[in-house]
């Protein structure tokens, strides 16, 4: 196709001209980036102006409230939200650890040569690829309190002589929401690693064998530190995804018993369409934007630093 | 050369664009949206169905385009519908959460439709719970009264009738539960009472309970009631019955429903929904239908039907025709028959829905039963704060369970935290 000319025979807008050449760049960036404005940063915007806003069901064709900080003071004043905090650290610690563990350990397992690794390779990442809601039904079976698979293995296998209530009694419930999670979340830790593991020249392993290094020291000492970008990386991928996490909790516990699984995100989902109060749903998904914002600055600040 | 395509191609687009414009108000009318939960639902479902092919076959040109949403996502569905502006023009809600869209002036008053169109709305079974701010904003489509299923052969088998109050509830229920493979297991209960799937199903089940020890959650004028003595045994009876292990623990509604239509629970209270789920189970040779044991018997309004007022004259027309079908007496009768459910229409032709429905009278009389004793499943004074409302008695609910706590307590917690929801 052709490029239209003016009668001057240069190209429209100028750009052949050397000081517009950098233009061409901004003109092809451009549907990109007003596709990211329109559907990242304009909701971003509507709901940090209806956070200062007393509203009941957010309408965008109406006036806008006067300004307040009412949400923020009810909200800070809230022991709810001060306790869905402390849930979301404790399920973002607990998720993300149990994750990096398992993730590690079945990367370290598949990079080693056996008979069938590709087989377990596959069932490694085979949770990655199962939707997170039917992770849940899943999990919502197998942890049935009266017909579950694992209160009658349990039983069986005489661990206990009574069912659990596994999604009624709050420590249960909230462990109930960490098997899940760490069940969907730690392939994707599996494949970064194993993807890390491959990187890294055997010749490093066999200097370390040929200086008398032990298998716990090459991995302290060679495995660990080659693998840091990559685990620094995930790390933080892992934990915005159970910051944010929403469906699997909604499903399986939808926040209880007792607000016991009720996070942030659930917090700002029961009071925009449970309760109907926008504005202050909006400061809560306010206030879970800075703290993801904050935590992922530190965290990559700090990765940066360990590189090199 | 150049210019002329130019030129032509502009005057095409514009072309194109004003025609566009121009056919928008009637294109907009050919489609009417209609977004139910109820879709798939055996019974009710088929209803609708009907009431949409009369719609179309009466309205050439015009079709509906209906959508299942699930109940579970259906109130924040609807709600970005709505908030988005692009609302469905033919609008069904429960009965519970319809105030809140009211509240907005989302909801069309239909008063003026009515009086145009000489229809009566005198007699109508919980039309009065569609008035808000003095206006009708629905029209009420579910006025029913729980029955009771139960399962004839598990009764038989210890020699027991079906319960007709809570202590014979709780001696048949004791009774019936069972390990009848002996891995230390129950498998066989004697009841199944749901906790699972929201606040509104959680307070649902508990009001049978309450409203048999003969508590309320608020008086007719909208006061807070809840700590009363009546409350504080309606509570003590929800805890001695989930404590009891004489039901399965997390159940969501569906999932009960299953349980009692595949004989693995001896009986279940539940709306007349229930019966076409138990007609089509492994168990039915086995399961019966008859009053609750709980008196008054929940019941109340259920789901309504209505129109959005930010729509186009022609499209409210439309709409109005299609509530109009849904209200007339054949669709009326065909509730009872089609949809197993009592018609809300007094005038609806009832003869013969007994070959269909055999249990007929027995809708009819709970449904009365929980109409003359004012029984309505959202309570006066909290509707619009029902979401909140609910949530707090499920969580303290709860709490009563997990911290084994003193119903008396709970009872004085409940009364103090609803009337702050409703002082906002």
């Known amino acids: ?308 | 050369m150049k210019y002329d395509l130019g030129k032509k191609i502009a005057a095409l687009a514009l072309t194109g664009l004003l025609s566009g414009v121009a056919a928008a108000p009637a294109s907009a009318a050919d489609t009417l949206k209609f977004v139910s939960w109820q879709k798939d639902e055996g019974g009710v479902g088929e209803w609708w169905a009907e009431v949409i092919s009369k719609f179309e076959a009466a309205n050439p040109g015009t079709t509906i385009e209906w959508t299942k949403v699930e109940r579970g996502a259906y109130a924040d569905t609807m709600t970005t519908l709505f908030a988005g502006g692009q609302p469905p023009q033919i609008v069904h809600l429960a009965s519970f959460e319809y105030q809140n869209f009211a509240e907005n002036g989302w909801l069309e008053n239909l008063d003026p439709w009515f009086a145009d169109a000489g229809i009566s709305l005198d007699g109508w079974a919980g039309q009065q719970i569609c008035t808000w701010n003095g206006e009708t904003a629905c029209v009420m489509l579910l006025y029913f009264g729980f029955i009771m299923g139960y399962n004839e052969a598990i009764l038989a088998a210890e020699g027991l009738e079906p319960p007709t109050d809570f202590d014979e509830f709780m001696n048949v229920i004791e009774k019936t539960t069972k390990d009848l493979n002996g891995d230390g297991i129950n498998d066989q209960f004697g009841t199944v009472v749901v906790t699972r799937g929201g606040p509104g199903q959680y307070l649902t089940e508990l009001l049978n309970f309450v409203l048999d020890a003969g508590a309320r959650w608020t008086d007719s004028d909208g006061n807070v009631t809840m700590n009363t003595p009546e409350m504080i045994e309606g509570l003590a009876r929800w805890k001695a019955v989930i404590n009891s292990g004489f039901t399965p623990r997390d159940i969501a509604s569906g999932e009960g429903r299953r349980l009692l239509a595949d004989g693995k629970v001896a009986l279940k209270v539940d709306g007349p929904w229930l019966y076409p789920i138990m007609a089509r189970g492994p168990a039915a040779a086995d399961l019966k239908v008859t009053k609750p044991p709980f008196n008054p018997p929940v019941g109340g309004s259920s789901n309504v039907l209505g129109m959005a007022s930010e729509i186009s004259d022609e499209e409210k027309a439309l709409v109005f025709e299609f509530i109009k079908i849904a209200m007339s007496p054949e669709m009326q009768s065909k509730y009872a028959t089609v949809a197993n459910s009592t018609p809300p229409s007094p005038t609806a032709d009832v003869t013969g829905v007994e070959e269909k429905t055999p249990h007929f009278q027995l809708l009819i009389q709970t449904q009365q039963a929980a109409a003359a004793a004012g029984v309505d499943r959202i309570p006066t004074g909290l509707e619009v704060q029902y979401g909140e409302f609910s949530k707090m008695v499920m969580e303290e609910v709860e709490r009563m369970l997990i911290e084994d706590l003193d119903p008396a307590d709970v009872a004085a917690t409940m009364q103090a935290k609803a009337e702050a929801i409703q002082g906002g």
């Open chain 1, 1 to 308: 196709m052709a490029i239209p000319r003016s009668q001057s025979g240069t190209t429209w807008f100028g750009l052949a001209r050397p000081s517009r050449r950098h233009w061409l760049g901004y003109i092809l960036l451009a549907p990109a980036v007003i596709l990211v404005a329109v559907i990242i940063i304009y909701p971003l915007v509507v709901s940090v102006d209806l956070s200062f806003q007393k509203v009941g069901i957010a309408r965008l064709d109406v006036a806008r409230k006067p300004f307040t900080l009412a949400n923020y003071e009810k909200l800070f004043l809230s022991p709810e939200f001060w306790k869905s905090c402390w849930i979301t650290l404790k399920l973002v610690v607990t998720v993300t650890l149990l994750s990096m563990i398992v993730g590690l350990a079945t990367a370290l397992l598949v990079n080693n040569q056996f008979r069938g690794r590709t087989m377990a390779r596959l069932f490694v990442a085979l949770p990655w690829a199962v939707p997170e809601v039917i992770a849940v039904v899943i999990f919502s079976r197998f942890l049935d309190s009266s017909f579950g698979l694992i209160n009658w293995l349990f039983i069986t296998l005489g661990v206990t002589d009574e069912l659990w209530g596994w999604f009624s009694d709050p420590t249960l419930a909230f462990w109930s929401i960490v098997m899940t999670m760490v069940w969907k979340g730690y392939p994707f830790i599996s494949i970064m690693v194993l993807a890390g593991l491959q990187s890294i020249p055997v010749d490093f392993y066999n200097a370390a064998k040929v200086d008398g290094a032990g298998v716990w020291q090459r991995f302290r000492y060679i495995t660990v530190p080659v693998l840091m970008p990559v685990l620094g990386v995930v790390t933080i991928l892992v934990m915005l995804w159970v910051f944010r996490d929403f469906a699997i909790i909604k499903v399986l516990t939808d926040g209880g018993p007792i607000k016991s699984t009720q996070t942030l995100a659930i917090l700002t989902y029961d009071q925009a369409f449970g309760f109907f109060n926008f504005g202050y749903a909006s400061a809560v998904g306010v206030i879970t934007l800075l703290i993801c914002f904050i935590a992922s600055y530190l965290m990559l600040g700090r990765q940066t630093k360990s590189m090199y």
